[in-house]
């Protein structure tokens, strides 16, 4: 089963938590929790870390319900199915292409 796939089902199921990192970019960009999780749930990976420590790992883009680009990268444990959010930012467009899936290069 695709990591997304687990995520998404972690998520429904209430089986996530949120990084003290995460919950700083929040607050720092002004995205709320249920924005998160509707843009993850509805998202796509657009890059893969199955060598992250200690669980693979992806980046997830997605929309909020108003239209808005999310990128949330999130972990993925599969002993217990638990998803944790690791960072969640707004895309900055000089550090992504028009597309928000393509890192610009420097």
């Given at each position: 089963?695709?990591?997304?796939?687990?995520i998404c089902a972690?998520?429904?199921?209430?089986?996530?938590r949120i990084?003290g990192?995460?919950?700083?970019?929040m607050?720092a960009?002004?995205?709320?929790?249920?924005?998160?999780?509707?843009?993850t749930?509805?998202g796509e990976i657009i890059?893969?870390?199955?060598?992250?420590f200690?669980?693979p790992?992806?980046?997830?883009?997605?929309?909020?319900?108003g239209?808005?680009p999310?990128?949330?990268?999130w972990?993925?444990?599969?002993?217990?199915?638990?998803?944790?959010?690791i960072?969640?930012?707004?895309p900055?467009?000089?550090r992504?292409?028009?597309?928000?899936r393509t890192?610009?290069?420097?």
């Open positions: 089963m695709p990591i997304l796939d687990d972690a998520l429904r199921s209430q089986r996530y990084s990192h995460a919950a700083d970019e607050l960009d002004a995205v709320e929790e249920p924005h998160v999780i509707h843009a749930s509805a890059e893969h870390y199955p060598n992250a200690p669980f790992a992806c980046l997830v883009l997605g929309w909020t319900s239209g808005d999310i990128h949330a990268v972990a993925f444990d599969p002993g217990p199915c638990y998803a944790i959010l960072t969640v930012y707004r900055d467009p000089a992504w292409a028009v597309d928000l890192r610009v290069k420097r």
